[in-house]
C-alpha cells in the first residue's frame, strides 16, 4: 500500500476530531468526511507505520446517519467538521466523546454517556463572526474563511452558522474598498490595511457591531461606510480596531469608535450584557441559556451562598447567579471584560457582585492568603487548557460545598476532575451541551461535591 492507492473502506467508528476510521489489511485509516456506517471508496494520502489517511473520493453506500451538507464549501472550511452527519448522530457523538475523556483520561471508569442538550433549530446559531480579508490571484478583494489548515482564504459570505446580516454588511465594505482603492491586508508581506470583518448581533435586543480590523488607523471615506452600514437594521456600533502585528490574534488593543456605541447589549435570561468588542460573550446564545440554566440548577443555590466564579468574561455567569445567592465574586484575566462586568452589575442593579481582574491563578491564591476567602459553591469556566493547578489547589483549600465547572475541552476537563476527585470531591452529575452544531466541539457542565470527611 503506498501514497495515491484507491482502497475500499467501510467505517466502522469515529475520531475525536470527527473523522471516519476503517481498516484495511490490518491498517486503520482515518477519513475527513466520512460517516461511521458509510462504505466509502478514498484515495490514500499519507501513510505511517500501521495507520495512514485517506481522502473521501465517493461514498459507495452511504450510512444512514450521513446527510447532504446544506454549505457548499462544508469540505473546503476548516469550521464544520460535521456536516455530513445527521444532527442526532452529532449528538451521540458528543456524548460518547465527554464519556470517553472521563473513562480514559479522567479514570472515572463507571461513567455513563451524559445526557446533551441540543438545538431545535441547529442554523444561524452564531452571534458572532470574523471572516480575514485578503485578494485573489487576479488582485479582486475577497473575504471568507481560511481553508482548513492553512490561511488561504476562500471567498465565501455566507456561512450557515451566522446571522443573514454577514452577507450584506461584507458585500457593503468589500465595494467600499473597491470604490477608494482600500487595500487588503497580506500576511507575507504585512502590508496592506483590511485585515478582517468582526460582527456581533445580540439575539435577543437585535443590535449589530460591525468591527474593521486595520494594519493602521485611517480608512478612506469612512463615514460615508458608516452612512451605508446604518441602512442595515439593528446597526448600532461601528469600530475600527488597529492591529499593527505580525500575529493570528485578530483584534488589536487600540480601539477607534466610528459611529455609535462602542459595545453592543445583549439578554440572557431577565440579564441585560453589554459586551464590548475585546470581551468574550457566548458565541451561541440560545444554548448559553440551558447550560447556564443547568449550572444554577447545580449550584443548588438557596440565597444566602458565597459564590466564586472564575474566569468569568463579562460577568455572564455571576449575575445569571447573582440574585439567588448570597455574595458572588468573579476574577477574569481580560480587563475590558472586568469593565463590561462591574458595568453589567450596575445595569441589572445588581448589587452583590464584585469583580476582580487578574489570573484566577494568581488572585484566589492571594485572596485567600491574605483574606481569608471562602467559598460555598465555585463556578469555573477556563478555556481550552482548562484550570491552572495554583487555582484548583486554592479551590480544594476553601473547601467549597459544591463545584460546578463548566468546560469547552473535556479533555482538560477529566483531568481536572480527577485531580479534584483525590482531594475530597465527588463527580454527581454530568451534562453536554450543544453549543457549536456541526462541529466536533462540545460544551460540558459537570457538578462536583464535598465527600463528607
Ligand atoms: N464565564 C464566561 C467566560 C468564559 S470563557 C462566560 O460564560 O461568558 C473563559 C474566560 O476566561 C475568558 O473571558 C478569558 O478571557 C478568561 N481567562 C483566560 N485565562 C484566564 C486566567 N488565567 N484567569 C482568569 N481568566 C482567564
Redesign the pocket.
Known sequence: MKKNDTITLKIEDIGINGEGIGKFEGFTFFVKDAVVGDVIEGKIMKMKKNYGYARLMQVLSPSPARGTPRCAYARQCGGCQLQAMDYEAQLAFKAKKIQDHLVRIGGFSHMERPQILGMDEPWRYRNKAQFPVGTDGDGRIVAGFYAVHSHRIIPCEECWLGVEENKTILYKIRKHMEKHGITAYNETTGRGLVRHVLIRKGFVTGELMVCLVLNGRKFAAVEELAESLRGISGMTSILISVNRENTNVILGRELIPVWGQTYITDQIGDITYRISPL????VNPVQ?RKL?EKALEYADLKGEETVW??????G??SLFLARKAGQVYG????PE?VEDAQKNAQINGIENARFFA????E?LPRLYEEEGIRADVIVV???RKGC?PA?LQTMVKMRPERIVY?S?DSATLARDLKYLCGEGYEVMGVTGCDMFPWTVHVETVALLTRKAP
Do not use: H, M, R, W
Open positions: 470581551s468574550f460573550y457566548q448559553t447556564y466564579d472564575l474566569y468569568c468574561g463579562i455572564t455567569i476574577v477574569e484575566i481580560v471584560a487578574g489570573k484566577a491563578e488572585v469556566d477556563p478555556p491552572d487555582a463548566i469547552c
